[in-house]
């Protein structure tokens, strides 16, 4: 079929006004704000329904063409940029917020619902109760980011936003579509089980399973305050241990470090993240953080309101870390990794990082009371200049392969990255993976090039 | 300020790291950039045309009829400057936009129904952009018994003066009603339309000429019931270069600056539920969201209102930046945004401060029949038994 036709035939699945192939909107989806160089595109559109996608890959099956799902698209990583082409479907006309259970605290959305817009609906409809966003800009949609296995200020609290899935609905690669969880066998996406889960196979493998249409999502209670407890740490062995003993107490909301030279060289931030239901409450918390700072041989650090607010603020506002170089390109080597590896990921990657002229900066985050720290060395660059962008990727190649070096295991990889992990990954995963991903998609139309395991 | 992008503009337009905040209000419970909501396709996002646009200068993109498209489906209503958070670019948003649309002009693609605009603003039988025949408001003058000299010039703006008369007469009755020493001129456009879509040749020429007329009468103050030429005599005058020593007050600043130096006085009420509409304008584009709500607030009677959506977080009506020609249909619907939300505050009165809102307000409200009210500030004000202390 020529492409002509292609598009009249997306046009009657989605309408007119949502399906095309303008150089523009092509332009646009054709690459991210990551350091991934662009990738042609051949159509977009924007489904409306679970039905209308349905559609859409039956197409793209019968016709043999590639597609490429996407959420708030800000992976960073390039993984909603076509690799050999097609249709890149963007969710987030799938806008609606089906449902708040209260008592069973769950929120049943459509998969193109953004983390700004849930966030800010329990705000004002059930305040008691909230969702575990990452600090990604509130575009990202809570659905992409989940299974992205991606991480938020509860991730210290309750795991991996993965962890939190309740329920999916998908469409699978044929045009199926299939429930997942407790909603393949009741009313209620209260839970993961107790039957079967499949639902793990959604989760890191970038579109290439199928695409999420609705999502249910753990709420947690929320208190009325949160403070954050600033401390700054001269060695970076030192991290595991105060970590440790803070996990150990059960106070703490969210722990996240970082490291800027551009703020403060030499010295490691940490910030804990408390709540609580009284000013009283408050005060002790904040006595116990001070005390096990000050006997890890780190201090209390008072911070300035402006820097408070900042770490307060919902979602933190890491873009700024994206314009450093006042360039609009933003690229980091996120990664898991066992924390005990962790004070060697810090210092060995601030020395690739100025291997590529590029001022270290980390932002990590303590998941699920230290069994995982979630390692970011970031890389702002600058989109005009092609030889920042190039130390930019080479950073973070560099960077991936340290981690995966480590014991550790490389978070939302861009291509490159998914290569190194498959060179390392054991091969009865990766005849299961393949066998699988055969199963379910034998034309091979989702998002090909990613995780291609031969 | 040169209006070219590529020397203005090519060593910022790159910073937008395409994060999305602009497309939000502030808490982020919707979407409050008009064009991204009715488009959805990412290109239609003040980020996405950053990114257009640099696609252009580093020639990645060429000039199509799309492109140019693209870039005039805005309204230019300045959401994505409020929201956008990286300081020392995001002032620049709505100019780069316009900058851009300044190049679409030149490379010959700016669409036909803005192209009118200009046609019509520089014909020498209108100066304006509505193709009415020019006014030079000599019967106005001596319907009100107005002087050849006077210290204030009313300048009505296009819109009043050809389309929205009421508004423009209530405007003349309040003025006199308030004793100003004013006149009236035989006003060209302020070129905000042409500004705003890109087509700036003219534009210091009219700016001249208006000038020249209002120093002609010997004033040194200027008031206009219009958001968009408030902001061109008080903005885009000096980015263009077009310096003057004016005092520009829109009458929502000359009303609150008289009741606060007592005047004037309000004597009779205003029985009624309003809500007020903030014009991007005088709003977002320059920051007047108190004084208008100052004035009502000080009407004896009213109810006063705000909707959801308010001062730098306001929904536009969608009549700016050349939409509501360019885009009929979408710029009310727009509007019909606006209604509904007003309706949900209780009022029976949606009020703005810029008839050019007023009449794209006013159309939704006729077209999906919303049975809103919708009067300017002044049509109120004009409604009001008035004292007046000299």
Known sequence: MIKSDILTHLENIVGKDFASNNQEDLFIYSQDSGASLPRPVDFVVLPKTAEEIQKILRLANE?????????????????????????????????????????????????????????????????????????????????????????????????????????????????????LGSCAVSDYWFTRGPIPDLIGLFISSFGTMGIATKMAIK?????????????????PKMIPDVISKITNTDIAEDIVFAVSEELIKGYIFLATFITGTSEEEIGTKTKILKRIYRKAKGSYMKVPRSFRNFFLEKPIFISSEADTRRGGGFEYSGNFLPLEKLPEAIEKAIEISRKYGISPSQVSRVIGKGHNVMFAASFSFNRADPNDMENARNALHETNKLVLDLGGIIWKPELAGQKLIIEKMDPSYKQLYKAIRAALDPNRIMNPGNWEIT | MTINVKQDWKDIVHRCFRCGYCKFTFEYSDFNCPSYKKHRFETYSTGGRMWLIYGIINGDLQWSQNLANVLYSCSTCGNCMENCRFDKFNDFLVDIIEAARAEAVKNGFCPEKQKALLERTTNTEMFNPYGEPNSDNEELKKKYNLPDKAEWVYFIG????????????????????????????????????????????????????????????GATKVITSCAGCCRTLKVDFAKQGVNHDLEIYHTSELVKRFLDEGKIMFTSEFNKTVTYHDPCHIGRHMGLYEEPRDVYKQIPGIKFVEMGRNRENAWCCGAGGGVKIGYPDWAVEISKERLEEAKETGATILSSTCPFCRTNLSDANDKFNLGLEVIDLIEILDQLEIKVNE
């Open chain 1, 219 to 235: 709420l947690y209670p929320k208190d009325n305050l949160r403070e954050v407890i600033v401390g700054i740490f001269k060695e």
């Open chain 2, 158 to 217: 296009c819109t009043s003066n050809y389309r929205q008369k009421n508004l423009r007469d209530a405007t003349l009755r309040f003025l006199k009603k308030i004793n100003l020493d004013f006149t009236l001129i035989d006003e060209h456009c302020c070129t905000s339309p042409i500004i705003r879509t890109g087509q700036i040749e003219p534009v210091k020429e009219f700016m001249n000429y208006n000038i020249d007329k209002i120093k002609e009468v």
């Open chain 1, 63 to 179: 016709e043999r063409i590639p597609i490429v799902p996407m959420g708030g698209g800000m992976t960073l990583s390039g993984l909603t940029i076509p690799v050999n082409g097609g249709i890149v479907i963007d969710l987030k006309r799938m806008d609606k917020i089906l449902e708040i259970n209260e008592i069973s605290r769950y929120a049943l959305i459509e998969a193109g619902v953004t983390t700004g817009r849930l966030t800010a609906y329990l705000e004002k409809h059930y305040p008691d109760l909230e969702v575990s966003i990452p600090d990604a800009p509130p575009s990202a949609t809570v659905t992409g980011n989940a299974l992205i296995h991606g991480s938020g200020f509860l991730s210290h609290k309750y795991g991996n936003h993965g962890d939190m899935i309740n329920g999916l609905e998908m469409v699978l690669p044929n045009g199926d579509i299939c429930k």
